[in-house]
């Protein structure tokens, strides 16, 4: 099993930036970590995936803007979110992919407005 939490949600006016933290339990069998998004009103949808070789995926809303990194505290991967805007308001999941298993994290809020 793996335990997810995230952290750096907040309030931040359109243009700004900033960072978002998961961080795992554990990450010896986790095969894939991905940040997801979800609005009131809207589907779930896919932010960025890092994979077990460090490659990335981004979805097309956000690619250009938002970059999906390892973290150099253990077991931690990073979104960082540039030039944000209000579309871009949701809590943020993250979630870890141990094979055919996923785990999710309780989510953060990021609300951009001016």
């Known amino acids: 099993q793996v335990q997810l939490t995230e952290s750096g949600g907040k309030l931040v006016q359109p243009g700004g930036s900033l960072q978002l933290s998961c961080a795992a339990s554990i990450s010896t069998f986790i095969n894939a970590m991905n940040w997801y998004r979800q609005a009131p009103g809207k589907q779930r949808e896919l932010v960025a995936r890092i994979n077990s070789v460090d490659n990335t995926i981004y979805g097309d809303s956000v690619k250009g803007r938002f970059t999906i990194s390892r973290g150099d505290a253990k077991n931690t991967i990073l979104l960082q979110m540039n030039d944000v805007q209000p579309e871009d308001t949701a809590i943020y999941y993250c979630?870890?992919?141990?094979?055919?298993?996923?785990?999710w994290g309780q989510g953060t809020q990021v609300t951009v407005s001016s």
């Open positions: 979630n870890a992919e141990l094979g055919a298993r996923v785990f």
